[in-house]
């Protein structure tokens, strides 16, 4: 069992990673705007679905084999480090997109909505970085069980990422619209999650394995 410090630190990140723009929330923004709010609950469904799959790949293995080969986990926290600064160059670069900018989507089925919002979470990096370069920090063998600890870690995870998602489905017309009358606001809510997403990566970058 995860320490409370540790499970709160580990929440924090997972809380910045949620608020970060990457594919999971320009998606259900978009989808939510050019579909409604129903469409944007089944598609994350789909991204939930996805947040499972990951968390019972590192549960029942990954973390095991990135703990037993060091190399292995440092190029996994050195590349997810140069993503999230790919992704803060992103945000914060001339011309850079909001993630409440709207993106013309077609209508699809509940069946689409649902495997497009998983796919796009399977096929997303930053989760990937989540759970292969950041949950396996975490984890301390002398507390128990790494098995309880990942399913702990990861579930809270998925508490965190789904209650912020579901709010953005919700407020995502709302937001849009403000921040595309405000133009200020769209250049603050780039740079704030450039800064985060750059502090992510010199938080990897510098500290080593537990």
Sequence with gaps: MPEISTLFAFGLIALGMVLTPGPNMI?????????????GFISLAGVALGF???????AFGITAF???IPYAYDVLRVAGA????????QAVKPNGRSAFQLQTLDIDSPRKLFMMGFLTNIANPK?????LSLLPQFIAPGHGSVLVQSMILGTTQILISLTINGLIVIAAGTISLLLTRRPIWQLIQRWLMGTVLAGLAIKILVESKK
């Design 27 to 39: 998606y259900l923004i978009s989808r939510s705007i050019c579909q409604g709010r129903q469409a």
């Design 52 to 58: 499972v799959f990951y968390m019972l790949c590192a």
């Design 66 to 68: 990135i703990f037993a």
């Design 82 to 89: 140069m993503y999230l600064l790919y992704l803060a160059w």
């Design 127 to 131: 989760i990937a970085i989540m759970y």
